[in-house]
């Protein structure tokens, strides 16, 4: 596609429940980012993919929280038993691996635990 | 530890009030820094890139300066969809290439 896809746009959950989100980034883009950006608050890292590395999950808040990336392209971030300080928008980027280049963003998910 | 901090945190300027955004950082070693623009409801959208001191970068009404310490983003003569969230970001040297954000500076353009 023409840009980082996220899907869904939107998420409103019960307390306790998982969620799956969903990122699609731009083909050929081997780096893959997930972020989290609460009301009022800058871009907390989560995760990161690099090609076939293994991720960077320094970021993950807790253990409820995981990602996969399959065939170096999809990712999807799980979250395990929400909870309300989980709501958020969670956005997800991808970049060519050349030096430090720019990364493109998604739309993001907002999620709504309630 | 790393930090990055811009400030103000909101500016609100009248259509044609020229007018300059500040990120300072604080890092071992700059590997690059970033300016993006975030309008309400969508994903950041990448701007520019400054990799060393004395470098700047212009687009449109928007231009970007830095030094050693911090990068500036100057807006001339703003028009109301320049209205937006800006966001800096840092790339620190011996690191795995992921960027820190700033909060950003929240700009609305009266016109």
């Known amino acids: 596609g023409a840009g980082v896809s996220q899907s869904p746009s939107n998420k409103v959950t019960e307390k306790g429940k998982d969620v799956e989100l969903r990122c699609d980034p731009i083909s050929g883009h081997t780096a893959l980012y997930w972020y989290r950006q609460s009301l009022g608050q800058g871009l907390e890292f989560l995760i990161y993919f690099q090609g076939n590395s293994a991720p960077d999950k320094s970021g993950l808040p807790s253990d409820r929280f995981s990602a996969e990336r399959t065939g170096g392209s999809v990712s999807t971030l799980t979250i395990q038993r929400t909870q309300q300080e989980d709501s958020a928008v969670y956005l997800c980027?991808?970049?060519?691996?050349?030096?430090?280049?720019?990364?493109?963003f998604g739309q993001g998910t907002r999620l709504t635990v309630v | 530890e790393d930090q990055v901090t811009q400030s103000p945190e909101a500016l609100r300027l009248q259509e044609g009030e020229s007018s300059s955004l500040n990120c300072s950082y604080t890092v071992s070693g700059l590997r690059g820094l970033f300016w993006y623009r975030q309008d309400p409801g969508k994903g950041p959208e990448f701007l520019f890139t400054?990799?060393?001191a004395g470098e700047e970068k212009e687009k449109e009404r928007l231009k970007a300066t830095l030094t050693k310490k911090e990068s500036f983003l100057h807006i001339t003569a703003p028009k109301p969809e320049d209205s937006a969230t800006y966001l800096c970001a840092v790339d620190v040297t011996g690191g795995s290439y992921i960027p820190t954000f700033g909060r950003g500076t929240s700009l609305i353009v009266h016109p």
């Open positions: 980027a991808s970049s060519l691996r050349i030096l430090n280049t720019e990364a493109f």
């Open positions: 400054l990799y060393s």
